[in-house]
């Protein structure tokens, strides 16, 4: 015996069926539609919290429904039949289990029709300027992303992009400007190595890492040493630990977030005996003195002339009141403690 309430459904929705011959029309219009392939492929687009669903029931405005939104716990909710779990089902297999369950005691053979309202946001983070989510777009690029992101950071790095993808499982993988996005994707825009120098250098400053760059061609990217620098105590921070690296210039190489600091004299020290060699040599610095020094010996200790050097351009710094500045200086003449010898460059 048919339930009154299966009775009712029945009778309500019985005379529908004198309309089947109509949408079998208008389903095989659809089939041929040149919006079918596009359709297609939202059809297996796997949904996820953040989206958003158009679904028709035909004929059930009360059922029909603009912009629902995948909520929290990855559901939608309907009337009579309450949440359906949709997260992670493709847009396909969501319209079936909506089809089912309507048809499980509510409506006779019902039409459903489910497409995408809206997809869930892309997020941006890292170095760009205002990290967060942005709304996707069907064909969207890293670069697109970024751009809606205000752009990348001055630390910012383009060739140091990862994109974080959650399927059945977390997925990372490089990319760059022109790689495509997914909804859901998350952009993580990573910073430019770098590396420091401080203390007693001509500029100090945070540099761009290089691979492969000494100790002392770090200090050379700085502008060498600086006058008052105290070549004996020069220390590398690395990892959270202090070097003493004074001795291992040319053997070490400089590695990402290192930090290299120069010591700088005191008044003392500088008074001592010792000259200073900078300009076109090979290791600009400060050299103890000897008695009878000349200024081709202190060039000598300093590992001698640069490519570039030019011997017709040495002046010689001196100390006194007032200081004074010998031009046309001969490698052959001596220096005195703390003179500052200078090797100038060649015009060619």
Do not use: W
Request: aromatic fraction near 6%; glycine fraction near 8%.
């Amino acid at each position: 015996m048919v339930s009154p309430v299966v009775r009712v459904h029945l009778q309500k929705y019985s005379m529908r069926f004198q309309f089947l011959p109509i949408l079998l029309v208008i389903a095989l219009l659809a089939a041929v539609s040149p919006t079918t392939n596009a359709q297609e492929v939202d059809q297996d687009y796997v949904l996820g919290v953040g989206d958003a669903l158009n679904i028709q029931v035909f004929g059930e405005p009360d059922l029909s429904f603009d912009a629902l939104p995948v909520v929290d716990d990855g559901v939608i909710v309907m009337p009579l039949i309450g949440d359906v779990s949709v997260a992670g089902m493709s847009v396909r297999n969501a319209q079936s289990e909506i089809r089912r369950r309507l048809a499980d005691g509510y409506l006779i053979n019902p039409q459903v029709t489910v497409t995408i309202s809206d997809y869930r946001p892309v997020f941006v983070v890292g170095e760009v300027k205002n990290p967060g989510k942005v709304p996707y777009a069907v064909g969207m690029t890293v670069r697109n992303a970024v751009v809606l992101a205000g752009g990348i950071t001055d630390e910012g790095n383009r060739n140091n992009i990862v994109i974080e993808r959650l399927l059945r499982g977390a997925e990372t993988f490089p990319a760059d400007f022109s790689s495509e996005i997914r909804p859901g994707d998350t952009v993580n825009v990573g910073r430019t190595d770098t590396f420091a120098v401080r203390g007693a250098v001509q500029f100090p400053e945070t540099l761009k890492y290089q691979p492969d760059l000494t100790l002392q061609k770090a200090i050379d990217l700085a502008g060498g040493f600086a006058e008052d620098s105290d070549n004996n105590s020069i220390k590398l921070e690395r990892d959270g630990k202090v070097f003493d690296v004074a001795g291992s210039l040319e053997q070490i190489t400089i590695e990402p977030d290192d930090i290299l600091t120069v010591g700088k004299l005191s008044q003392q020290e500088k008074d001592q005996l010792h000259v200073f060699v900078k300009g076109e040599v090979a290791r600009g610095g400060r050299y103890e003195y000897a008695d009878g020094m000349t200024v081709e010996k202190a060039i000598t200790m300093a590992g001698g002339f640069s490519e570039r050097a030019s011997r017709r351009k040495i002046e010689i710094r001196r100390d006194g009141d007032p200081p004074v500045l010998m031009k046309r200086v001969d490698l052959t003449d001596y220096v005195l403690p703390g003179d500052i010898i200078t090797v100038g460059a060649s015009i060619f």
